[in-house]
C-alpha cells in the first residue's frame, strides 16, 4: 500500500489539527473547573465572613441589652460555609453526606472551641499571677513612696 506525498502530507496536517484542538479544549475545560472552583470558594468565604459579621453584630446588640452571648471564630464560619459549598460542588446533596460532613466540620469546630478555652485559660492565669504578684501580704496593692 502505497501513500502518495501529498495525502500522506493531509493526513499528518489532520491528525496535527485533532491533536491541538483536543489539548486546548482540554486545557479549557480544566481552566474552567479550576475558575468555578475558585469562584465557589470565594463564596463560600464571603458567606462565612459575612455570617459571623452578622452574629457579631447580634452579640453587640444583645449586650446593650444586658445579655451575654459569644461568637464563634470568623475561621469556624468560614469553615462551615466551605463544607457546604463542597457538597453542593460534589453534587452530593443527600441527607447521609450532610451530616457525615457535618459531623467532621463539628469536630473541627470543637477543636477550635477546645483551643480557644485553653487559651483563654492560659491568658487569665497569666493576668491573675500579676494581679497577685503586685499585691502584698495585706491584700493591698505596694505603697509607692
Known sequence: M???AVTATLLGTLVGAIAGIAGSV????????SDE????RQLAFDAGEKMWALHVDIAKKTA????????????AYI????????????????????????????SIAQAIHAEIRAREKATN??????????MSAAGQPPRQP
Do not use: C, Y
Open 125 to 134: 492565669q497569666a493576668r491573675e499571677a500579676t494581679a497577685t504578684a503586685g
Open 64 to 75: 446593650e441589652g444586658g445579655r451575654t452571648g459569644k461568637v464563634d471564630p470568623l475561621e
Open 26 to 33: 482540554g486545557v479549557a475545560i480544566i481552566a474552567k473547573r
Open 2 to 4: 502505497n501513500i502518495d
Open 37 to 40: 472552583r475558585k469562584h465557589l
Open 79 to 106: 469553615l462551615n460555609a466551605l463544607v457546604f459549598s463542597k457538597i453542593i460542588e460534589d453534587g452530593a446533596l443527600d441527607r447521609e453526606t450532610v451530616f457525615k460532613m457535618w459531623r467532621e466540620q463539628d
